[in-house]
């Protein structure tokens, strides 16, 4: 769906005063929504740790050692890619949405201006991740990546527990559920040399039956499913 398509659905883009380009849904019981990557905490030493459940599941060693490429296949507002490229992956961020797109490229650019060495590790491409991955080498990605991320929609929450996020709550209205999330996970364990990993709520489903291991947080988990034997 084109931004202009986009916007006839109830959504629109507008900058805010200090510049940034902020999501306004229509009807919303919260304000604007803008994609900020200076706030997300990567200079600490528990963000730099390599046995946080992220460096774990997308295989960094703890010390030393070949840093994976990573293809963030579903980049959102590129918090996920924003970490793993603070950490040294090089990362290929995909997304689908123009204007979610837009958001996370508008952060980007934001963020040039604090932390160039992080953005120059990660590369924005606009398009859906199953056709991207299917023409991966006429896409201009490069190599293969060693490892791809997944973060499909999470289930919406029951009604007693609290409320998403505003930000969860505005990407939920532009993009809807993703609902070929198993499709994209066969795909990505096609592409993959490494391994896939699988970003879940702590108490959710997972996409496939036994993933090889999985790295639990305090409210998520990541999946992991290895690759038999490196491509």
Known sequence: MSVEEERK????????????LELTVDGAPYGPVSADLSTIEVKSPAARSRRQPLA????????????????????????????????GCEVIALERSEVVFALLEDALERARATAPEICD?????????????????????????DVVFLDPMFPPKKKKAALERKEMRALRSVVGED??????????????????????????????????????????RYDVYVQAQSK
């Open 179 to 220: 609902a070929d999330a198993s499709a994209l996970l066969d795909a990505a364990l096609k592409l993959a040399r490494r391994r896939v990993v699988v970003k879940r709520p702590l108490h959710a489903e997972s996409l496939a039956l036994q993933p090889t291991v999985s790295q639990k947080g305090k409210s998520m």
């Open 9 to 20: 659905s109830g959504w629109s883009l507008g900058r805010a005063d200090d510049g940034r």
């Open 121 to 145: 590790r990660i590369q924005l491409v606009h398009g859906d991740a199953l056709e991207i991955f299917a023409n991966w080498p006429e896409r201009g990605c490069g190599a293969c990546p």
């Open 56 to 87: 774990r599941a997308v295989g960094l060693a703890r010390s030393g050692g070949d840093m994976p490429r990573v293809c963030d296949a579903t980049a959102g507002l590129g918090g996920d890619a924003w970490l793993l490229a603070a950490l």
